[in-house]
Structure formats: C-alpha cells, structure tokens
C-alpha cells in the first residue's frame, strides 16, 4: 500500500491506473478507521480493481466551539488498518496542500437539505463537507465514492451535490455499523468515559422504540418523537440537539409518515456529540438507495 501526501503524486498514481482501464474506488475519511470505515472499504474492493482511501481532518466543516484540534489522530495506525482491509493508495494531504488559501475563496453551498438536522445545529458544517468532498473528487476522479449511512444527512448532501453539478461519481452508502449493544460506530465514541459509553446506548434505544411504534401502526410524528426523547432523557449526561422524523430524501419534518422517512437525533453525552438514524416505511432499500 502506498502512502501519498501530494496532490500532484496522487494525480499521477491514478493516470496509471486509468491507463491500466482499472475502475477507482474513493472511500473518504478523516481517519481514525473504525469498522465502519472498514465495511465501506470492503464494498469498494468489491466494485473497483483500486480503492483510495482518504484521511483528511478537515478544518472546514468543524466550527469554531468544535473538537477540530482535539479530533482523535493515528496515521500508523489507519494505514495498517487500510492495508490490512485492501487499500491500495491512503491519500494524506495536509491542510496547506488541500486549501492554498485558507479560508477558501471558493466553496460550495447546499441549500434546502441543509437547514434541517445537523445543517441546522452546526452551520457552515455541510459547505466545509461539499467542498472538501468536491475537492477530493476533482483530485482522485473516482468511479465511485463510498459514505456512511450513519451520517444520512451527508449522504443526501453528497448524493444531491454529484447531481447538481453534474460530477460523473456514483455515490454508495454503507449501512451503519454498530457495536454488541446497539451503539453505532463512530471516532468520537474514545470521547466517552466508561459511564457515558454506558448511556450512550440510549440513542439506538429511542431508535428502536420508534421503530417498534411504527411497526404498530404509529405514523404521528409527535408521538414518535416524544417516545424517543422520554428515553434518551433517562440518562442522566444526556441531552438532546434534535430528534426528527423527515423525508428521507428532502429531510422536511414530516408531520404524518406517509412515504419513507428517516427518524434522526443528535445527542450530546457528557461533552461528546453523537448522531444515529434508522429508516421507517419503504422497502428496506430506502436505506440503500437514499
Ligand atoms: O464523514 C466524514 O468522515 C467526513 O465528513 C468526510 C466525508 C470525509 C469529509 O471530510
């Protein structure tokens, strides 16, 4: 497996590739793999003959009271991890190679999908993701990009970028990977102590009881909703930025379900913010598709 820092190197690696007719996989990161970053490498290795891995703790799409600096780090680390899972080329730039200018003179804005959910709670965050996501597509031109349906909302920004600008990737998601008690995957989960690792199962809990409120015939967003947040709130270093119940593909809060729909939160525990989702209605492809 190569290293590469430089965007010119990077450039280069992949004009052989395309020489050799070799399909390219772009799986996006900012490190710290986790096995969710890992099943979206196993799904790349399956469609492509060369998979690039990126690893860039972006400043942009941090805000300014975010853990940018503190973001967990460990390049050894992640490159054996990538290796190990069949990465051909790990791409890590440093910030002064990906933004000559920083802040950027040009960025990229997503409007509408943008002012609900976590675009509503973190602004600026899904520009910084759509132009580093730009940027790394200009750079890699992959055939196809692979996220994580754990960021839902980023998927449906990703999926919504290619197709307004016309940029010629395939975007695959990735179902969530969770740990034993529910509990999806995520860097951020080294933030918690032992006791919040403890209550932080309780927003795959609130999930699953809206699921199971669907499944029997709730459609009432208000009610789902307020059975996700009586349980979250049981935890004492709970609480709560949102919790949702939107279309899947337009994230407008949907006050009856009447066609797929997406119940989304985001909750702090302790000082660590989490997100988790789960699709209701439709076929289980929703999910896939999204
Ligand atoms: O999901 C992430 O890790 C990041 O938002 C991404 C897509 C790599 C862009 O920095």
New binding site residues.
């Given amino acids: 497996m190569q290293l590469i820092h430089r965007i010119s190197e990077m450039r280069e690696w992949i004009k052989t590739e395309r020489y050799k007719g070799n399909k390219i996989g772009l799986v996006?990161?900012?490190g710290y793999l986790h096995e969710g970053h890992l099943s979206l490498v196993e799904k790349a290795r399956k469609q492509n003959q060369a998979v690039v891995m990126?690893i860039?703790v972006?400043p942009l799409?941090f805000g300014p009271q975010e853990d940018y600096q503190s973001y967990p780090r460990d390049l050894q680390k992640d490159c054996d991890s990538a290796e190990k899972a069949g990465v051909d080329v790990v791409f890590n730039p440093s910030v002064e190679e990906m933004y000559l200018r920083y802040p950027p003179y040009t960025t990229v804005c997503i409007e509408e999908i943008t002012k609900y959910l976590c675009g509503k709670s973190r602004p600026g965050h899904f520009q910084g993701?759509a132009t580093?996501?730009s940027k790394l597509f200009n750079i890699v031109q992959p055939d196809r990009a692979y996220?994580?349906q754990k960021?839902y909302q980023?998927l449906i920004v990703?999926k919504t970028l290619v197709e307004d600008l016309n940029i010629p990737v395939a975007i695959e998601g990735v179902p969530i990977k969770r740990e034993k008690d529910g509990l999806a995957v995520s860097s951020r989960n080294v933030y918690l102590s032992g006791e919040e690792r403890e209550q932080a199962v309780c927003l795959y809990e609130a999930l699953m009881l809206c699921q199971d409120l669907y499944m029997r015939g709730e459609r009432g967003r208000e009610k789902l909703i307020q059975a996700m947040k009586e349980r979250i709130l049981q935890e004492s270093k709970a609480t709560i930025d949102y919790v949702e119940v939107c279309d899947t593909r337009t994230l407008v809060p949907v006050s009856k379900i009447n066609t797929p729909a997406v119940a989304a939160l985001a909750v702090k525990i302790g000082n660590t913010r989490l997100i988790d989702n789960v699709i209701l209605g439709g076929d289980k492809n929703a999910e896939e598709d999204a």
């Fill in positions: 996006p990161t900012m990126s860039f972006n799409q993701v580093v996501v996220f994580g960021d980023q990703i």
